[in-house]
């Protein structure tokens, strides 16, 4: 009997090498079951054989998501006989995009532009379809979704698949940190010795002394142009309180006119001391923060996992010189608080508007499948990473990575918390904090009167959009507020 099953199995295999071609991968138990189910819709009749799904990415996202040489693409298309259609769109809220492009199934969209795509009616609540095709999106080791309530829920509605990891990590220059002519030195103007900052007061005091443009290196290269403010502040006020500062009151009333709002809007603009002189610039986000880094030119910089990755490449001029840390806290009392978030995170929506919803929810459980997702994180230069524990432990993620980042970016997302206000309108409540933290940062305007006139904004934006529907969405978003600072359980 066992002969006859090895047997079988053989034929299986050797009649699939036939039908698929040598460079098809079989998916893990996850994917073959989405084929499974897109192909027993096309034998009922349900869809036709030809049919087509139109997919929105943006252009950092084609490589990763499709494949190389879009290879992902043509296995599901051989495999299925379902096309895919794809378009680039811009950098932009999802919302801009999905609106611009009302004809599509399946786009990406941030953690925090989920309320309002699903206020919106924008985007699929996708807890019918994983219930009717009977998927779980559940976060058990060794190969769930490592947060899946953060990554792709709205409350109990499942807004997307998740398909990216995005938490910060802070880099620094190892090979700086352990020079015994940079530790006496610190010792003597510090008092203390060189070490990993754990506060926000830490890492300022190390950026100020690492800080030396007359010698071509600058202390810190966090991003301080307008668009991303919010992403680099929020850490920064979210730890002054615990479990962690509020943005709001439970009646809606901005909270960040306060000690601890211009606390951590000081901490954010006392960097622009030990920055480059252009740091403030328009366009001046990671494509500019990171290659600095790279070329060794400053000392520390805050990004995603993805930073890990590029900066470990080959060609690296700080290969082996950079470590990967927690992002700091703030001492509340005796606890250290700190707190992490998505910052980017580009997670898969289904369009309501789109043709093809189920076929478009069935390609994201083949996608994101634990087998086929180490495809679309291990793209060499991509900004897809690690968003399921098994990605953590695979041994060509880790050559990408590291082993030492991806172990810090494991630790982190026990600390994170759900990204932006939680809010419909949150983009209009982002743009806001942006502009006031953009002006602060420039020396228009001190970090008390930024929160003064953003909180002054944000009451604007609520009663706009009116209280009492809101209040909610703020309900749900407290709801899913991380309160551990334990590690997790990672799967070894």
């Given at each position: 009997?066992?002969r006859?099953?090895?047997?079988?199995?053989?034929?299986?295999?050797?009649?699939?090498?036939?039908?698929?071609?040598?460079?098809?991968?079989?998916?893990?138990?996850?994917?073959?079951?989405a084929?499974?189910?897109?192909?027993?819709?096309?034998?009922?009749?349900?869809?036709?054989?030809?049919?087509?799904?139109?997919?929105?990415?943006?252009?950092?996202?084609?490589?990763?998501?499709?494949?190389?040489?879009?290879?992902?693409?043509?296995?599901?298309?051989?495999?299925?006989?379902?096309?895919?259609?794809?378009?680039?769109?811009?950098?932009?809220?999802?919302?801009?995009?999905?609106?611009?492009?009302?004809?599509?199934?399946?786009?990406?969209?941030?953690?925090?532009?989920?309320?309002?795509?699903?206020?919106?009616?924008?985007?699929?609540?996708?807890?019918?379809l994983?219930?009717?095709?009977?998927?779980?999106?559940?976060?058990?080791?060794?190969?769930?979704?490592?947060?899946?309530?953060?990554?792709?829920?709205?409350?109990?509605?499942?807004?997307?698949?998740?398909?990216?990891?995005?938490?910060?990590?802070?880099?620094?220059?190892?090979?700086?940190?352990?020079?015994?002519?940079?530790k006496?030195?610190?010792?003597?103007?510090?008092?203390?010795?060189?070490?990993?900052p754990?506060?926000?007061?830490?890492?300022?005091?190390?950026i100020?002394?690492?800080?030396?443009?007359?010698?071509?290196?600058?202390?810190?290269?966090?991003?301080?142009?307008?668009?991303?403010?919010?992403?680099?502040?929020?850490?920064?006020?979210?730890?002054?309180?615990?479990?962690?500062?509020?943005?709001?009151?439970?009646?809606?009333?901005?909270?960040?006119?306060s000690?601890?709002?211009?606390?951590?809007?000081?901490?954010?603009?006392?960097?622009?001391?030990?920055?480059?002189?252009?740091?403030?610039?328009?366009?001046?986000?990671?494509?500019?923060?990171?290659?600095?880094?790279m070329?060794?030119?400053?000392?520390?910089?805050?990004?995603?996992?993805?930073?890990?990755?590029l900066?470990?490449?080959?060609?690296?001029?700080?290969?082996?010189?950079?470590?990967?840390?927690?992002?700091?806290?703030?001492?509340?009392?005796?606890?250290?608080?700190?707190?992490?978030?998505?910052?980017?995170?580009?997670?898969?929506?289904?369009?309501?508007?789109?043709t093809?919803?189920?076929?478009?929810?069935?390609?994201?459980?083949?996608?994101?499948?634990?087998?086929?997702?180490?495809?679309?994180?291990?793209?060499?230069?991509?900004?897809?990473?690690?968003?399921?524990?098994?990605?953590?432990?695979?041994?060509?993620?880790?050559?990408?990575?590291t082993?030492?980042?991806?172990?810090?970016?494991?630790?982190?997302?026990?600390?994170?918390?759900?990204?932006?206000?939680?809010?419909?309108?949150?983009?209009?409540?982002?743009?806001?904090?942006?502009?006031?933290?953009?002006?602060a940062?420039?020396?228009?305007?001190?970090?008390?009167?930024?929160?003064?006139?953003?909180?002054?904004?944000?009451?604007?934006?609520?009663?706009?959009?009116?209280?009492?529907?809101?209040?909610?969405?703020?309900?749900?978003?407290?709801?899913?507020?991380?309160?551990?600072?334990a590690?997790?359980?990672?799967?070894?």
């Amino acid at each position: 009997m066992a002969r006859n099953r090895r047997l079988g199995m053989t034929i299986v295999l050797s009649w699939l090498t036939i039908s698929i071609g040598p460079s098809i991968s079989l998916a893990g138990e996850q994917g073959e079951r989405a084929l499974a189910a897109v192909n027993a819709m096309i034998a009922a009749g349900e869809v036709r054989k030809d049919a087509t799904i139109k997919v929105a990415f943006k252009s950092g996202n084609i490589a990763a998501l499709l494949g190389p040489a879009l290879e992902l693409q043509k296995e599901w298309e051989q495999r299925t006989g379902v096309m895919i259609t794809a378009r680039v769109i811009p950098q932009q809220p999802a919302l801009l995009n999905l609106k611009a492009n009302p004809d599509i199934d399946l786009t990406v969209a941030r953690t925090h532009e989920f309320p309002d795509l699903l206020e919106q009616g924008l985007v699929e609540d996708l807890t019918p379809l994983a219930k009717q095709f009977g998927f779980t999106i559940d976060g058990r080791p060794p190969q769930g979704f490592i947060r899946p309530r953060l990554q792709g829920y709205v409350g109990d509605r499942l807004a997307a698949i998740p398909a990216d990891g995005d938490v910060m990590l802070l880099y620094l220059r190892l090979d700086m940190l352990e020079s015994p002519v940079e530790k006496a030195a610190f010792r003597k103007v510090h008092g203390r010795e060189l070490a990993i900052p754990t506060t926000w007061q830490e890492y300022e005091q190390l950026i100020q002394f690492f800080h030396r443009p007359q010698q071509g290196m600058y202390g810190s290269a966090e991003q301080r142009e307008r668009e991303s403010a919010w992403m680099l502040w929020m850490p920064r006020y979210l730890s002054q309180g615990y479990p962690q500062r509020k943005l709001f009151d439970d009646k809606l009333m901005p909270l960040i006119d306060s000690p601890a709002g211009i606390a951590a809007t000081e901490s954010y603009v006392r960097t622009v001391r030990y920055s480059p002189p252009d740091i403030l610039g328009e366009g001046k986000d990671y494509s500019y923060t990171l290659p600095l880094f790279m070329q060794g030119k400053v000392f520390s910089t805050i990004f995603t996992v993805a930073g890990a990755k590029l900066l470990n490449t080959a060609a690296s001029p700080v290969r082996g010189k950079f470590i990967a840390v927690p992002v700091p806290g703030t001492r509340v009392g005796k606890r250290l608080v700190r707190r992490n978030l998505p910052i980017y995170g580009n997670n898969l929506v289904v369009s309501t508007k789109g043709t093809q919803r189920k076929l478009a929810f069935l390609f994201t459980m083949w996608l994101t499948d634990p087998d086929t997702s180490l495809r679309t994180v291990g793209v060499k230069g991509g900004f897809t990473d690690p968003f399921r524990w098994s990605h953590l432990n695979d041994a060509r993620i880790k050559e990408l990575y590291t082993a030492d980042a991806l172990a810090v970016f494991a630790r982190e997302w026990d600390i994170a918390v759900l990204p932006g206000t939680g809010l419909p309108g949150d983009g209009d409540y982002l743009d806001a904090l942006n502009q006031q933290l953009w002006l602060a940062a420039s020396g228009k305007q001190s970090a008390a009167e930024a929160m003064r006139r953003t909180a002054l904004e944000w009451d604007r934006i609520t009663q706009r959009n009116g209280r009492e529907k809101l209040l909610p969405w703020l309900k749900i978003f407290n709801a899913g507020l991380v309160n551990s600072d334990a590690a997790p359980a990672v799967a070894k």
